[in-house]
């Protein structure tokens, strides 16, 4: 809008300069022709007087004669000799004899005034000759090129305004544009990139960058995610390797203690194989972006069934495990055993952190929209501040760093999530910790 | 028992062979699809473990063309592969189990021995027996030494598949397998909570336990 207003003002500037110089300039105009008629007049006098003067001026204002010219000539007592004034006009002039003064002619339906400018001098003989010009026709110019520069100058504003809007439309849809590529990129599709046009201007360039730096940061994200994937694989074979050669060492010590020390070896060796399997299988779910098995999968039945083999835990910890799902089945796309292994890994850590007498609450809604899960505890919570990272690989939070777990099992969850175009919330219990999983409806 | 190892991992192979012969098992090795699939059909095998990524022919190849000429030997599949629906197409060509490398030594026997008795047993059986338990399959009802026990459903699905392994070792793995279809491991040993609620209710009252722990290996009910 600024725009549009310092446009308007420099077309007005611009304008207004142009209709001074134009209208000074024909002033000016008039003011020579003035002047040459007073030296053609100066010479006829010269040579033939008075008589002659009168003629000539006779001639020049006779009826006839059309034109916007004022010649009087009026003897020593200021009556008229010759001329088309009826009257000497008495009004006050610049010391050298210039004047402007109103024309008393009746006008032909004219209201406004005539104006005309003329010059006076005194003759030998001390008669007064008056040149001048009706400056009708000058006004009826200036008035014209003032109308029109007026219209040139609203046609100008409205073009600015009509441009600018366009314009800025433009730039405020391809802002909005790679706004948009980023909050979808933000949201996780790290994949999406911002549109480029073919015209290489500014824009194509911002966008060209920001893709390449996005590509950069999917780059070394993937490496890391690659590096810590390929340690995973690698080292697998050789762990469950060592963690066999353990297995056939058992039998060979008889001393129970060496045995349990042996005991001790293997289960550590398959925590470890553990944890690689539940790395690799987060970045399997993650690479896959489309899957094509996906199918009906009744959610009522799948919390079910991982409360049944929750409960005896819960249970054992005096918690109380409460269940409500529909009774009717809540379909959505998925995958069966990745939905349990969701369920199962939420319910593992609230019985994990629930303390004891506590109260786990599952509850399943089948809206018209979406299918909405949400398990409850009552244990410690997770702050605001860390309820995103809880989400990364091996993150664990401070308070639960003593107990057992390897960090990899809400990065699973998050994993499983995404792949059902699922979203994932945690929120404050008061107390405790409550995860809402929104799955979007199946179609048709 | 008889078994068929079709492995083209030199190593791999060489490893599960010494096992297997060490556990008291005789031993074919074949090292591609083709020689595999012929080794198959000329002998009775009581179970064949076989590699899903093999030269020639692959594991799921030979598994369907045994499967194509009446061939009913139990058939373990391994695989490097963990896609999420691998084992889903594993089964669906004619596999009768599946097991992602690497494994445990003790996982593979367990999975071999399920597999050799189950193809020995005729299914129809509508009374299950270990010692003095007795499962009545069809009224569903449960005694120990002639006393009733009440159990859930689902215990009831957990004591019908380890009577049914009676004196076999079966790992967690197995249990969340086959009686909560599970292919996954629970970060918690969920298991152990319901064998000991089970055993709770068929041994605590009886002088003979039934349901053992194996240590580092799982579980065996056995008299």
């Given at each position: ?21 134009t ?15 007073i ?32 010649l ?23 010391p050298?004899g ?21 010059r ?29 520069l ?7 504003a ?6 600018g ?76 390797r ?89 379909l ?38 979406s ?49 059902h175009?699922?979203k ?7 107390p ?6 929104d ?6 | ?6 492995e ?35 002998n ?5 473990v ?9 594991g ?32 669906k ?35 299950l ?25 689902r ?15 079966v ?27 089970l055993r ?24």
């Amino acid at each position: 809008m600024s725009y549009v207003s310092v446009f308007t003002l420099s077309v007005l500037m611009l304008m207004g300069f142009i209709y001074l110089h134009t209208f000074s300039y024909m002033a000016q105009q008039t003011d020579s022709t003035i002047e040459s008629e007073i030296n053609g007049l100066k010479e006829s006098y010269r040579h033939d007087g008075i008589p002659g003067l009168t003629q000539l001026i006779a001639n020049r204002v006779s009826p006839e004669s059309v034109g916007s010219v004022i010649l009087v000539l009026v003897d020593p007592r200021l009556n008229v000799v010759v001329g088309n004034l009826e009257r000497w006009p008495n009004v006050p002039g610049t010391p050298d004899g210039w004047l402007n003064f109103k024309l008393d002619q009746k006008q032909p339906g004219g209201e406004t005034p005539r104006w005309a400018r003329a010059r006076r001098f005194r003759l030998a003989e001390g008669f007064f000759l008056l040149v001048g010009r009706d400056l009708h026709d000058l006004e009826m110019s200036r008035k014209a090129i003032a109308r029109t520069l007026t219209w040139a100058l609203v046609i100008a504003a409205v073009m600015a305004l009509v441009g600018g809007l366009a314009i800025t439309r433009r730039l405020l849809s391809r802002i909005e544009m790679i706004n948009q590529t980023s909050h979808e990129i933000i949201n996780g599709d790290l994949a999406r990139r911002i549109p480029t046009g073919s015209t290489g201007d500014d824009f194509d360039q911002l966008s060209t960058n920001l893709n390449q730096m996005l590509d950069r940061i999917e780059e070394l994200m993937e490496g890391v995610r690659r590096i810590s994937d390929n340690i995973a694989h690698d080292l697998r074979t050789p762990l469950a390797r060592l963690r066999n050669h353990l297995d056939e060492l058992k039998s060979d010590f008889k001393n129970a203690d060496d045995a349990e020390l042996v005991e001790q070896a293997i289960q550590e060796a398959d925590g470890l194989l553990a944890t690689f399997n539940a790395l690799l299988r987060i970045a399997r779910i993650e690479s896959e972006r489309q899957p094509d098995y996906l199918v009906d999968v009744d959610l009522s039945q799948v919390i079910r069934d991982a409360a049944d083999l929750y409960e005896p835990l819960a249970e054992e910890k005096s918690q109380t495990l409460e269940v409500a799902v529909p009774g009717t089945q809540a379909l959505v796309q998925g995958d069966r055993g990745l939905l349990s292994q969701v369920v199962a890994n939420i319910l593992d850590n609230a019985v994990k952190y629930t303390p004891p007498e506590g109260t786990i609450r599952v509850n399943l809604s089948n809206g018209p929209l979406s299918v909405s899960l949400m398990i409850a505890d009552s244990g410690s919570g997770i702050a605001v501040g860390e309820r995103e990272k809880v989400f990364q690989r091996f993150y664990r939070l401070e308070s639960s760093r003593s107990s057992p777990g390897n960090g990899l099992g809400l990065s699973l969850v998050a994993a499983v999530v995404s792949l059902h175009h699922a979203k994932i919330r945690l929120e404050d219990n008061r107390p405790g910790l409550r995860v809402v999983i929104d799955f979007p409806k199946r179609h048709g | 028992m008889q078994l068929l190892v079709i492995e083209d991992d030199a190593k791999t192979a060489a490893y599960l062979c010494k096992g297997l012969k060490e556990s008291g098992h005789n031993v074919d090795h074949a090292g591609d699809g083709k020689d595999g699939l012929f080794m198959a059909m000329e002998n009775e095998y009581d179970a064949i473990v076989i590699d899903r990524m093999l030269p020639e022919l692959d594991g799921l190849s030979v598994i369907r063309t045994l499967r194509a000429a009446k061939k009913s030997t139990p058939v373990l599949v391994l695989s490097a592969l963990g896609e999420v629906d691998d084992r889903v197409k594993g089964l669906k060509a004619g596999s009768d189990d599946y097991l992602v490398k690497p494994f445990a030594f003790s996982e593979l026997m367990a999975r071999l021995e399920a597999l050799t008795r189950r193809s020995e047993g005729d299914g129809s059986q509508t009374v299950l027996r270990v010692a003095d338990l007795e499962m009545d399959l069809l009224s569903r009802e449960v005694r120990r030494a002639g006393i009733p026990v009440e159990l859930q459903p689902r215990e009831f699905r957990l004591l019908e598949y380890l009577m049914r392994h009676a004196g076999q070792v079966v790992t967690r793995t197995m249990l969340l397998e086959n009686v909560w279809d599970y292919h996954f491991d629970p970060q918690t040993n969920v298991i152990d909570v319901h064998i000991s609620r089970l055993r709770g209710k068929i041994d605590r009252d009886f002088d003979q336990p039934l349901l053992q722990t194996i240590r580092g290996a799982g579980y065996c009910l056995r008299a």
